[in-house]
């Protein structure tokens, strides 16, 4: 599977992005798809995921950000309102067969688009 994430920019404190990972080669059919963001100096660190049937989203991003798949377009898209300064990183989503031990960290993907930064300013 071949991914590639889009859509990141620099916007202010309290304004929405939405973020695109594309399947150029493949389907997501199968797979968790997850979502990750890496701040400077700091690890990848789990945004959420798609995983089996459920959306999975990490306490601090819960109620602002979404995450939605879109079969036509083959694409899943993260949806981020009420952006934070902390909100800050390189977005990057991933692929892979996870169990729910891992879905919440980078071992449960394969998988991995090149990653798309979003700058939020106060």
């Known amino acids: 599977v071949q991914l590639q994430a889009s859509g990141g920019g620099l916007v202010q404190a309290g304004a929405s992005l939405t973020l695109s990972c594309a399947a150029s080669?493949?389907?997501?059919?199968?797979?968790?798809v997850g979502w990750f963001r890496q701040a400077p100096g700091k690890e990848r660190e789990f945004v959420g995921a798609?995983?089996?049937?459920?959306?999975l989203y990490d306490d601090s991003v819960k109620g602002r950000f979404t995450i939605a798949r879109d079969r036509a377009k083959n694409t899943v898209n993260l949806q981020m309102n009420s952006l934070r300064p902390e909100d800050t990183g390189v977005y990057y989503c991933?692929?892979?067969?996870?169990?729910?031990?891992?879905?919440?960290?980078?071992?449960?993907?394969?998988?991995w688009g090149q990653g798309t930064l979003v700058t939020v300013s106060s």
């Open positions: 080669e493949g389907t997501f059919d199968g797979y968790t």
């Open positions: 991933g692929v892979g067969r996870s169990i729910l031990s891992t879905v919440r960290t980078p071992l449960g993907y394969h998988y």
């Open positions: 798609l995983f089996r049937v459920r959306t």
